[in-house]
């Protein structure tokens, strides 16, 4: 037999042979999580505790969930207990979901996955979760199953089917199976040679029905070299001693830049720095080959918000005194402060100045990937978004989602605040974005601003106040002593270039238009004759934004461009963010980051 080799997985020594059949309904279980989209400290009820209900209950915990386990057989609960299990449940001797919402302070569990597969057991779930929570199926169902849809509808639940599992399941399976989060060997009942297989096996098993799970397996490992588990997926929180590796894709989650924690992805093309502890801000992007580094620095740097201590408090300095420029996520306030149902937003709150989680989905040479996710304090919002890379491509890719985690509606201005800077920046640049139209802002930015006010107008000439023409595709020297706001909105496809015609290196960004229908352009060039620019800094900002006006969530909601989100909804995009070499005019940026030229 022959298969790619990409599609295969190397077993570490510390997984048996006769555990590692168990290793595929592993890979169901870890699909699960993944699908289920569930956070640290969230809470988990599994129904059904067979052979892929108890390992979906041990890779919900290695998730960071509080996990309840629910079954009708004594002997499933004891084992449950033994793997870890926050509560076992018996759905025979009382009832289930009055014991679920007494463990969850009367509102039910975040999540409740359906690993029994009996015709009822859905409507059991439906019923335990809690209001805009979230199903997930996993079993087959041998009988068609019941469901009350009117549950699904009252509850606005988000139900999710879960069968499917790929390579890279099956290589976080064997992580945490090799790092003792999942035990394989507390499911194996038996071990049976393979010529009692039917009288030892099949009929025992249809005698006893009650039987967690029996596997027989005898094969040898003797031709596997290079048994490193560096190769596998790996959750970095539980980790210590991570596999270093000086080719191909690298990621690591051990380091600390000036006392925030800090993650470092790279491949052979880029090198992408994201201070985790700050907002999960994507503070560097260099591209290696030619020693550029696009994003901006700030003058003063990256600061520690939690050692940081301002003599004065405001809500737009907060802010700007640990804005160290680079890339951040904002979420649910892009703009300047304002209040929204009774909460004081201040400038680009609330996830940006906040530490986030971080979890490494993926670590081999061919493809690196991980996960930071946050959750607000003032808006019900939550964040998660998956960074990734892969062998050979000048290609970043993010994945990210948000979600309104209240029961109520509620609504934001989402905001993925990018600046570019010297001395990739500079007079020699070129920007390239579709034809679309070009707004300014009600009010001048600042008293250096040239731009005219309310103007609406094609691309890319826009006029000054001195009555000239600005062409917008060529990028001022410093000495233009200028500092303005204006908008991309209408654009045919979201892409935008930036083009350094004499270094012939360039940055690019392919967004999602129909989410981001405005691309804020903040022009930052040498002007500014106040806090916290004084006249020296020199970068732009090109930023995909869901709504208009930098007036915060308040006039984005008065202006009719804020994004409503009902309860419980979540609303997914990927960005490709593109380092490229060539000079000349770009026209297109597509789907998988592929930059055209004109």
Request: with cysteine; charged share 25%; aromatic share 8%.
């Amino acid at each position: 037999m022959t298969w790619p080799a990409d599609h295969l997985t190397k077993l570490p020594d510390s997984v048996k042979d006769d555990e590692a059949p168990l290793l595929e309904p592993a890979t169901v279980a870890v699909h699960a999580v993944r699908r289920s989209g569930v956070r640290v400290g969230e809470s988990v009820a599994v129904l059904g505790l067979g052979t892929v209900g108890a390992l979906t209950l041990q890779a919900f915990k290695a998730a960071g969930a509080v996990v309840y386990a629910v079954d009708v057989r004594k002997n499933s609960l004891q084992m449950a207990t033994r793997l870890g299990a926050d509560e076992v449940i018996n759905a025979n001797t009382g009832d289930a979901g009055d014991r679920l919402r007494d463990l969850t302070g009367g509102i039910g569990p975040d999540f409740v996955v359906e690993t029994a597969g009996a015709a009822r057991t859905p409507l059991d779930a439906f019923d335990w979760v809690r209001r805009a929570g979230t199903v997930v199926l996993v079993e087959i169902y041998a009988a068609r199953p019941e469901a009350n849809f009117n549950v699904i509808v009252g509850k606005e639940l988000r139900v999710i089917g879960s069968v499917a599992a790929g390579t890279g399941d099956m290589r976080a399976a064997v992580r945490l199976a090799a790092d003792g989060n999942i035990r394989l060997g507390d499911l194996v009942s038996d071990r049976i040679s393979l010529d009692r297989v039917i009288p030892d096996g099949f009929e025992r098993m249809a005698a006893n029905r009650k039987m967690c799970s029996g596997y027989w397996y005898r094969p040898t490992r003797d031709s596997y070299l290079n048994k490193t588990p560096s190769n596998i997926s790996r959750k970095a929180r539980l980790m210590h001693y991570e596999g270093e590796r000086t080719y191909g894709c690298r990621i690591s989650s051990a380091w600390t830049y000036r006392g925030l924690r800090t993650v470092v992805l790279e491949n052979e093309l880029l090198r992408v720095i994201v201070l985790a502890d700050k907002g999960a801000d994507i503070y560097s992007i260099v591209h290696k080959p030619s020693d550029t580094d696009f994003m901006w620095r700030t003058p003063w740097g990256v600061r520690d918000p939690q050692k940081f201590i301002p003599t004065t408090g405001g809500a737009e300095n907060n802010w700007l005194d640990v804005y160290e420029g680079g890339w951040q996520t904002v979420v649910p306030h892009g703009g300047y402060p304002s209040t929204v149902a009774g909460a004081e937003l201040g400038l680009h709150a609330e996830m940006s100045t906040i530490p986030w989680d971080v979890v490494i989905d993926e670590d081999t040479p061919e493809r690196v990937a991980v996960t930071f996710s946050v959750r607000g304090y003032r808006t019900p919002f939550s964040v998660a978004k998956t960074l990734s890379l892969e062998s050979g491509s000048g290609v970043l890719t993010l994945d990210e989602t948000v979600t309104n985690d209240g029961e109520v509606e509620a609504d934001a201005v989402w905001l993925e605040h990018l600046a570019i800077g010297a001395p990739f920046l500079s007079d020699r640049c070129r920007l390239d974005v579709p034809q679309c139209t070009v707004l300014t802002d009600h009010e001048s930015t600042d008293e250096s601003s040239k731009l005219v006010t309310d103007h609406k107008g094609p691309w890319p000439n826009v006029p000054a106040k001195d009555g000239t023409l600005i062409n917008f595709t060529r990028m001022p020297p410093m000495e233009d002593r200028s500092l303005d706001m204006a908008y991309m909105t209408e654009m045919p496809e979201g892409w935008y270039a930036i083009t350094n015609e004499e270094t012939e290196v360039g940055f690019g960004l392919r967004f999602p238009v129909d989410v981001f229908p405005y691309l804020w352009y903040w022009r930052n060039l040498g002007g500014g004759w106040g806090y916290p620019w004084y006249g020296r800094c020199y970068n732009v900002g090109l930023e995909p934004c869901t709504s208009m006006s930098n007036g915060g969530l308040a006039g984005a909601i008065e202006n009719g461009t804020a994004r409503h989100f009902a309860a419980g909804e979540s609303l997914s995009v990927t960005i490709k963010a593109v380092a490229y070499t060539g000079a000349g005019r770009v026209t297109g940026i597509d789907a998988d980051g592929v930059v055209t030229r004109g």
